[in-house]
C-alpha cells in the first residue's frame, strides 16, 4: 500500500534521512521506533508532504505521492495525526471532529464513524462543547486521533502518540489504538519513541537512528534484540 | 597598517570622494529647484540614517521616526517664532529635545515585542499630530530677518543650505561608520539576529537598544529642524505626518539596510524622482510622491528584500570567488595558548550547585525539583528522552527562564535573579540549538560578539576572538569566510568559539553534535575533550547517546521533569529506571522476564 | 436647567453616539480581526481598503447613480453592502498576487526582514492605494448625502442620528452574518481552522494557500462595508484610511488578538471612548484620546480583552 524506497531528506545542512526504505501492507500494523533525532518525525512529514525529500521515491496504491500536493493527500485516504496533537484550540470538540471529516469520504460516512470515534473516546462525546485547548494532554491526543478517524482513512499514521503524556495515559492510548486496527482492519504506520508499546502489537516494525533504518524484522526478532537497546542508550 | 585600519581609512577616503563630488554637482547646477532637491536628498538621506541606526542595525522596526523629525522641527521652530532664538542654537536644541524624547519614548516601548513596537512607534507621531494641530501649529512660517539674515540662519543662496546639509549628513555618516566597527554596532546586529542568544552571549541588550534610540532620535530631530529652516513654513501635517515615518523607512530599505550607504543611495535614487515628477506632474496627477514611494517599497521588497547596496554587494563578492571579506582580523598576536581559563578554584569541588530547582507552566511541571552538582573540570551530561525538561533546565540556569523555586550557586554566588547576560559575565557560556550566525559577515565577525564582555577594550575583544578561534581551530583561512558558506559543523564549531571567547569556566552546550555524520562528530568531539582538558567545566545536553557515553564524565538523568539517576555513563545505562524511561516499561518487564 | 442636568444630557447623548459608531467601528475591527487572525501580521493597508469601500459606495449611489433608483433610503445602504464584494475582490487580488509572496515559507530570507517583510510591503500598498486614491478620486472630500445623514430620531431627550442608527443596525446584521458564516459553514470552519493552526489545517485537506487568500478578501470586504456605511455620516477624502488604522488597531488589541468576537467588542469600546471623549477634551484630541488608549492597552494587558494567552509568532 505504502511503499518507501531509498528516501532521502536534508535540511538545514543536516542530513535527517539517507536512504530509508519502508513497506506497509493493507491491514498491517508497523512501527517505526528509534531514539530521539533519528528521524522518525522526519519521515512521517516527508509522507505527509510537509518537507520535501531531496531523493527517492514515495508511492501510495500505486500512485506517486511527491506529485500530490499535502492538502490533496488526506483526500487520498490518509489520516495523519501529528506530533504533540495539533488540535484546533480554538474550536470545540465537535469542530476539530467535522474538520477531520472535511475529506470527501468523510462526509460521506459522517453519520457511521461519529458513533465509532464516540464509542472508542467516550470522553470526547462527554466534552464535546468543549474548547480543544482546554482539554488535557491526554484528551487531546484522543481528539486528534478522533480527528484523523472521521476522515474515513484507509491509512492512519500516528506521530509519536506518547509525548509528553504520563505513562498511564499512554497505556490507554495504546490500547484503543491496537482496537482501531483490530476491530477496523485499519492500516496502522506508527512512529513512536518508547519502544515496548510500539512494538507490541505491530506486525512489522523498523529501528531508525540517525537517518538510517539500521533492523527490520517482526515484533518478537525486534523486542529480544540487544542492538535496539543499543541504538537507544549507546551500550 | 592592519587590515582593519585599512579598510576604515577606504570608507573615510569614499565618503570624501562623495562629499567632493556632491560639492560640484551642487555648485555646477544653476536652477534652483534642483539645488533645493540637492539639499532635500541629504536631509532624507539623514533621516534614513537615523532610522538605520534603530531599525537598520537592530531589528526594531519603527514606523515612527516622524516623532523625533517634528520635536526637533518644532523646538527650533517655536524658539524662532516664539522666543526669537536663532536657529544655530535651536537645531542643536531640537536634537537635544530629540534625545529626551528617545528616552521617554524608549523606557516604555522597549519592553515591547514585534508587531506590538511597530505600532506604538506609529501611535506617537500622530498622536503628537493632533495635539499640535489642537495647540494651533496649524501652519507657521518661519520670520524673515532681513537685517541679521547669516545670523538666523537665512541665506538668498540656497546653496548654502545644501552645504549645511551636507555637513550634517556627513557626520551622521561618519557616526554610523564607527557604530557599524565598534561593539555598540556589533552588538545591535546581534540583537538582531538573535537576541536570546546575544543576551547569553553577554550582550545586555536594553541598554544598547536605548542608546540605539537616542542617538537615533537626536538624528531625527537635526534633521527635522534643518527640514523646517529649508521649507520656511511648518505644518503638523509635513512634520508628523505618516509620510515623513514613511520616507524614513523606504530610503534605507531602499538602498540597503543595516549599513550607512544605504539611506544615502536610497535616497539619492528616490528623492529626485520623486520631486521630479511631482513637479512635472504634480498638477494632472497628485499625489504622484507616494505612489513613486510606495512602489518602490513593494519592487524592493520582493526582489531585493535587504535593499539596493547589498544585492549589489553579493554579485560583487560571488564574483571574486574565494577572496576574504575586507578583513578585520587583527595580525598574528604574540598572545596565544596562555591563558585559557580563569583563576579557578581547586577541580573536584561543585562548580555549579543546583539546589531543588523547579519550574511549571501553567500546571505542566517542567522540571521539578531537581538538584545537581556539577563538579568543576568534569564533563557532565544531562540526559533524558524527549521532553523531559533538559531545555527547560538549561534556560533556567542560564537566566531565560524564572525559577519557580530552589537555588542555583556558581562558585559561592546565587545566580536565580539574575539576568542572561549578567550570568555570561560571571563566567558561564552557552551554545544554542539552532545556530543563527550572521550570514553576510566573516566568522571572526560572528565570534567578536562573545568578547565584548569579557573585554573592556574593543581591541581586547579582537584578541579574545582569535584566541578561542585558535581553540576550535577555526583561525587562518576559516576565520575570514563569510558565514553563510559553511558546513554545518564549522557552524557549530564558530558557536562554540563565540561562547568560548570571554574564557568562561562553566560552558553549556545545548545538543552541539545533533545530526553531524561520523566523522563530523570526532573532530566536534575531540575539540571539546581539549577544552575541557584546559580546565573549562563542560554542561553538555545531547541525543547522541554512542558520542555521550564516550565524552561524558558524569551523566544526570532526566524524565518528566524529575532527576531519575545520576552517576558515571556505564551505571546510568544499566539503570532499571533510566532504561524504563528511554524504552517503556514493557521493555523493563520482558527484559526481566527472559532474565528471570 | 441645571449644570447637572446639562451634563447628564451631554453624557447620554455622548453614550448613545459612542454606541452607534462603536457598533460600526466594531464591524470595522472585525474586518481587521479576520486578517490579524489568519496573517498575524499587521496590515497597514487596512485603513484604505475601508477608504476603498467608502468610494465605492459613493460611486455606486451619488457618483454614477447606479443605485439611485433604490431611492434614498435603501440606496446608500445597498450600495454599502455592494462595496463588500467588489473590495473582496481587490483584497483578495492584491493577496495572491503580492502579499502571499512574502507568506510562510516563500519568505525570502533575509538578514533584517523576516516577518517584517510582511508589514512593510503593506505600508507600500497603503501608500500605491491612497496615493493612487488622490490621483483618481480627486482631494476633494466627499460625502454619501442623504436625508437621513442630517436627520435625527430623538427618543426621551437623546438623539439619534438616522444614517449612523441605520448603520448601526446594519453593521450588526452583518456581524452577526459574519458569525454565523464562520461558525457553521463549512468554508467558514476551514477558514478558522486555517488560521488556528495552519499545519493540521493541511494535514485535514484544507488548502491553506487558498484559505488565507480568502480569509483576507473577507477582512478587507468587511471593513469596506463599514466604510461604506460610514460614508452617509461623514465627509472623506483618499487619505482617511491612515486615520482610521489606529483607531482600528486600538479596537482590535482591546479586544485581544486572534478573537473576531473580541474585535467587535473592541471597537465598539473604541467608538464609545471617542464620543465620550468629547466630555472632557477638545473635539480636535478625540482620537489623542483613542491612541492614549491603545498605548495603555499594550503597555498594561496586551492580551486585551479575550485574547488567547499565547501567541503565535
Known amino acids: ?235 | 597598517m592592519s587590515a582593519q585600519r585599512r579598510s576604515l581609512m577606504w570608507q573615510y577616503i569614499a565618503i570624501g570622494v562623495f562629499a567632493v563630488v556632491y560639492l560640484l554637482v551642487g555648485f555646477v547646477v544653476r536652477n534652483s529647484y534642483y539645488q533645493l532637491i540637492m539639499t532635500l536628498v541629504l536631509i532624507w538621506a539623514t533621516m534614513g540614517l537615523s532610522w538605520n541606526m534603530l531599525s537598520g542595525y537592530s531589528g526594531m522596526i519603527s514606523f515612527g521616526h516622524a516623532s523625533f523629525f517634528g520635536i526637533g522641527g518644532y523646538t527650533m521652530t517655536i524658539a524662532f517664532v516664539d522666543f526669537g532664538i536663532t536657529p544655530w542654537i535651536g537645531i542643536p536644541l531640537g536634537v537635544i529635545t530629540g534625545v529626551i524624547s528617545g528616552v521617554i519614548i524608549g523606557v516604555p516601548t522597549f519592553r515591547l515585542r514585534g508587531h506590538y513596537f511597530a505600532l506604538s512607534m506609529l501611535a506617537y507621531p500622530l498622536a503628537l499630530l493632533y495635539v499640535f494641530e489642537w495647540l494651533g501649529y496649524q501652519e507657521v512660517s518661519l520670520p524673515m530677518k532681513r537685517d541679521a539674515p547669516a545670523l538666523y540662519a537665512q541665506f538668498s543662496d540656497p546653496r548654502v543650505y545644501m552645504v549645511l546639509a551636507l555637513g550634517l549628513t556627513i557626520l551622521c555618516m561618519i557616526m554610523s561608520l564607527h557604530v557599524e566597527r565598534s561593539r555598540f554596532g556589533m552588538s545591535l546586529l546581534a540583537i538582531k539576529q538573535n537576541e536570546p542568544a546575544a543576551e547569553a552571549a553577554g550582550i545586555n541588550t536594553l541598554r544598547w537598544k536605548m542608546m540605539a534610540m537616542m542617538v537615533s532620535a537626536g538624528m531625527a530631530a537635526a534633521a527635522g529642524g534643518l527640514y523646517a529652516l529649508v521649507l520656511l513654513v511648518v505644518t503638523p501635517q509635513t512634520m508628523f505626518g505618516v509620510l515623513t515615518s514613511a520616507q524614513a523607512l523606504i530610503f534605507a530599505l531602499f538602498g540597503g539596510v543595516g549599513t550607512f550607504w544605504g539611506p544615502v543611495i536610497g535616497a539619492a535614487i528616490l528623492v529626485p524622482l520623486a520631486e521630479t515628477l511631482h513637479a512635472e506632474l504634480g498638477h494632472i496627477i497628485p499625489g504622484i510622491q507616494g505612489v513613486v514611494y510606495g512602489s518602490a517599497i513593494i519592487i524592493i521588497i520582493l526582489l531585493a528584500p535587504d535593499g539596493i547596496y547589498w544585492r549589489i554587494r553579493d554579485r560583487l563578492m560571488q564574483r571574486r570567488l574565494g577572496a576574504p571579506a575586507p578583513s578585520l582580523v587583527p595580525e598574528p598576536i604574540a598572545a596565544r595558548g596562555a591563558d585559557t581559563g580563569r583563576a579557578r578554584s581547586s577541580p573536584g569541588q561543585p562548580l555549579l550547585r543546583l539546589d531543588g530547582v523547579s519550574r511549571a507552566f501553567g500546571g505542566l511541571k517542567a522540571v521539578d525539583d531537581v538538584s545537581i552538582s556539577v563538579v568543576e573540570g568534569l564533563v557532565h551530561g544531562i540526559i533524558g528522552p524527549n521532553g523531559a525538561g533538559k531545555t527547560t533546565l538549561f534556560n533556567v540556569v542560564n537566566g531565560f527562564l524564572a525559577a519557580g523555586a530552589g537555588h542555583i550557586d556558581f562558585a559561592g554566588a546565587e545566580l536565580v535573579g539574575l539576568k542572561p547576560h549578567e550570568i555570561c559575565r560571571r563566567g558561564i557560556g552557552r551554545t544554542f540549538q539552532v545556530v543563527r550566525a550572521f550570514p553576510r559577515m566573516t566568522v571572526f565577525q560572528n565570534v567578536i560578539v562573545g568578547s565584548y564582555v569579557g573585554a573592556a577594550t574593543d581591541a581586547e575583544a579582537e584578541r579574545l576572538a582569535f584566541a578561542a578561534l585558535e581553540r576550535v581551530g577555526l583561525a587562518d583561512q576559516q576565520a575570514n569566510a563569510i558565514a553563510r558558506g559553511l558546513t554545518m559543523k564549522q557552524l557549530r564549531l564558530m558557536e562554540l568559539a563565540r561562547a568560548l571567547a570571554p574564557r568562561p569556566r562553566l560552558l553549556m552546550l545545548d545538543e552541539i553534535l545533533a545530526g553531524l555524520g561520523h566523522d563530523e562528530l570526532e573532530d566536534i568531539l575531540r575539540i571539546i575533550r581539549q577544552v575541557n582538558r584546559e580546565g573549562v567545566t563542560i554542561v553538555i545536553i545531547e541525543h547522541t547517546m554512542q558520542a555521550m557515553v564516550k565524552l561524558a564524565d558524569h551523566f544526570s538523568v532526566l524524565d518528566h521533569g524529575k532527576l531519575i539517576a545520576s552517576g558515571p555513563p556505564a551505571e546510568v545505562v544499566r539503570n532499571p529506571a533510566v532504561i524504563e524511561a528511554y524504552l517503556g516499561k514493557k521493555w523493563m518487564d520482558r527484559a526481566k522476564n527472559t532474565v528471570a | ?313
Open chain 1, 1 to 235: 500500500m505504502l511503499k518507501i524506497r531509498s528516501l532521502s531528506v536534508a535540511y538545514g545542512g543536516l542530513q535527517a534521512l539517507s536512504e530509508v526504505s519502508l513497506d506497509v501492507e493493507r491491514g498491517q500494523f508497523v512501527a517505526v521506533v528509534g531514539p530521539n533525532g533519528a528521524g522518525k518525525s522526519t519521515l512521517f512529514k516527508a509522507i505527509s508532504g510537509t518537507v520535501t525529500p531531496s531523493s527517492g521515491a514515495l508511492t501510495y496504491n500505486g500512485r506517486d505521492l511527491l506529485s500530490v500536493a499535502p492538502a490533496e493527500r488526506a483526500q487520498l485516504g490518509i489520516a495523519h495525526v501529528p506530533e504533540g496533537r495539533q488540535v484546533f484550540a480554538s474550536m470545540t470538540v465537535m469542530e476539530n471532529l467535522e474538520m477531520g471529516a472535511y475529506t470527501r469520504n468523510g462526509r460521506a460516512r459522517w453519520r457511521e464513524l461519529l458513533p465509532t470515534i464516540f464509542a472508542l473516546f467516550p470522553v470526547l462525546a462527554e466534552r464535546r462543547d468543549q474548547l480543544a485547548g482546554t482539554l488535557s494532554g491526554g484528551e487531546q491526543q484522543m481528539l486528534a486521533i478522533g480527528r484523523g478517524l472521521a476522515s474515513g482513512p484507509e491509512l492512519l499514521m500516528l506521530d509519536e502518540p506518547s509525548m509528553g503524556l504520563a505513562p498511564t495515559i499512554v497505556d490507554a492510548i495504546f490500547e484503543r489504538i491496537q482496537q482501531v486496527h483490530r476491530d477496523h482492519r485499519l492500516t496502522i504506520l506508527l512512529v513512536e519513541q518508547r519502544v515496548a508499546e510500539a512494538l507490541e502489537s505491530c506486525d512489522r516494525g523498523y529501528v531508525l537512528e540517525t537517518g538510517r533504518v539500521v533492523l527490520q524484522g517482526s515484533h518478537d526478532t525486534l523486542m529480544s534484540d540487544a542492538r535496539v537497546r543499543r541504538a537507544y542508550l549507546g551500550m
Open chain 3, 1 to 313: 436647567m441645571t449644570d447637572l442636568q446639562w451634563f447628564f444630557i451631554n453624557f447620554f447623548q455622548a453614550l448613545a453616539a459612542g454606541l452607534l459608531v462603536g457598533g460600526i467601528y466594531g464591524l470595522m475591527c472585525v474586518g481587521l480581526g479576520i486578517i490579524f487572525g489568519v496573517m498575524r501580521v499587521v496590515n497597514f493597508a487596512h485603513g484604505d481598503f475601508m477608504m476603498l469601500g467608502m468610494y465605492v459606495a459613493y460611486y455606486l449611489f451619488t457618483g454614477f447613480g447606479v443605485l439611485l433608483f433604490l431611492g434614498p433610503y435603501a440606496g446608500p445602504i445597498v450600495a454599502a453592502a455592494l462595496a463588500g464584494p467588489i473590495v473582496f475582490v481587490i483584497g483578495w487580488l492584491l493577496h495572491r498576487y503580492l502579499i502571499a509572496r512574502v507568506t510562510g515559507t516563500r519568505v525570502v530570507s533575509a538578514e533584517a526582514e523576516g516577518h517584517y517583510t510582511q508589514i512593510i510591503l503593506t505600508l507600500g500598498i497603503a501608500l500605491v492605494l491612497e496615493n493612487g486614491g488622490l490621483i483618481l478620486f480627486g482631494s476633494k472630500p466627499l460625502s454619501v448625502q442623504t436625508p437621513m445623514s442630517r436627520e435625527s430620531w430623538e427618543v426621551a431627550f437623546i438623539f439619534f442620528n438616522q444614517a449612523r442608527t441605520v448603520g448601526f443596525v446594519i453593521s450588526i446584521a452583518f456581524a452577526i452574518g459574519l458569525y454565523l458564516f464562520l461558525s457553521r459553514t463549512n468554508l467558514g470552519k476551514a477558514l478558522r481552522a486555517a488560521a488556528d493552526n495552519p499545519i493540521a489545517a493541511a494535514y485535514v485537506g484544507v488548502d491553506v494557500d487558498r484559505s488565507h487568500g480568502i480569509a483576507f478578501g473577507l477582512g478587507c470586504g468587511i471593513t469596506a462595508i463599514a466604510g461604506g456605511l460610514i460614508a452617509s455620516s461623514q465627509s472623506f477624502q483618499p487619505y482617511i484610511g491612515f486615520d482610521f488604522v489606529i483607531v482600528m488597531y486600538a479596537g482590535v488589541v482591546l479586544g485581544g488578538m486572534g478573537s473576531i468576537l473580541g474585535a467587535f467588542w473592541g471597537g465598539l469600546t473604541i467608538g464609545l471612548v471617542q464620543q465620550m471623549s468629547t466630555l472632557i477634551l477638545p473635539y480636535q484630541l478625540q482620537n489623542t484620546a483613542i491612541f492614549v488608549v491603545f498605548l495603555l492597552i499594550i503597555f498594561f494587558r496586551p492580551r486585551g480583552m479575550f485574547g488567547r494567552v499565547w501567541e503565535r509568532t
